[in-house]
């Protein structure tokens, strides 16, 4: 087994700070690759809005998306710290925030989604059903999430945890991964009813079957990395490259240290669409 499989993903959110500042951004993705130029054109063409977010302390992407024509709008995972840049930029823009979805139940940050419903009225917290969190609606498998002439499909991708989603867009063209597939690595399985064995059937089964062009758009990104595609996961992922038997081995050998916000996060997160604050 080699050694670099074994390493963790590097997690420097210094250098991921560093990257947005030289791009002058505030907030917005640590890099800007041509592909996620284009993708923002064609998403502008097809009358979708999007926008990738990021939040440097824990490295976290919140994606906005909207139609044009309705200005009905989601948002997928967002972070308590980011939550008032969210509402602002949804204001600025003229949307109507429909839904703040959580990809599962975060366990290193505290979701954005209550503040939002406060800041936002008439928002609705989305989780899945079996995260164990409240939320105004809880989701499985095969229910959508609908925002003007758009909607995103419910995939069940446990492994990370039981109440993982993958959030794929109407026409295949983005899956919203949450901490099931990250580029070039995956979430961690050693807590929150973490499975290595479930975590690879997820991803083979379910992630690797959507069309080889669907951009995989991760919760986290922890060197620079924006946007990935399934084909580009599929080759050059180097843990789901990996035998089942293999992939098992490297995942309960990370020896990973606990996230600094667990033990306050995973209880808040607990009641993400519900709390006041
Ligand atoms: N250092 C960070 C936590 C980093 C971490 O554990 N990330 C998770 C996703 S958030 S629970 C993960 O699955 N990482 C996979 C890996 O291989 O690194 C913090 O303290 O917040």
Do not use: W
């Amino acid at each position: 087994m080699s050694a670099s499989l074994l390493a963790p993903l590097r997690t420097l959110p210094v250098r991921a700070i560093g990257v947005a500042a030289r791009l002058g951004g505030s907030g917005g993705a640590p890099a800007c690759t041509g592909l996620r130029t284009y993708c923002q054109r064609m998403s502008q063409l097809s009358g979708l809005v999007f926008r990738q977010l990021f939040e440097p302390v824990s490295c976290t992407y919140t994606y906005l998306l909207a139609d044009v024509k309705t200005k009905e709008a989601v948002l997928i995972d967002p972070v308590l710290e980011t939550a008032e840049r969210d509402a602002q930029l949804v204001k600025e823009l003229g949307l109507k925030l429909k839904y703040a979805a959580n990809t599962h139940c975060h366990a290193d940050h505290i979701t954005g989604t209550g503040l939002l419903k406060k800041m936002l009225p008439g928002c609705k917290s989305i989780i899945s059903k079996h995260s164990g969190a409240k939320a105004d609606i809880t989701i499985d498998e095969g229910d959508t999430i609908k925002f003007g002439k758009f909607y995103l499909d419910s995939l069940s991708t446990p492994g990370h945890t039981d109440g993982c989603l993958t959030f794929v867009l109407n026409d295949k063209s983005m899956a919203f991964t949450g901490d099931a597939l990250l580029i070039r690595g995956c979430g961690r399985t050693d807590f929150q009813q973490g499975s290595p064995n479930k975590l690879y059937q997820s991803i083979h089964q379910k992630i690797f079957t959507l069309p080889g062009e669907c951009l995989v758009y991760p919760a986290h990104d922890y060197t620079g990395s924006t946007v990935s595609t399934v084909d580009e996961e599929k080759r050059l992922n180097p843990r789901l490259i990996l035998k089942e038997k293999e992939f098992v081995y490297v995942m309960n050998n990370l020896n990973l240290p606990k996230p600094d916000q667990i033990d306050f996060a995973v209880p808040a997160n607990l009641m993400c669409g519900v709390q006041d604050k």
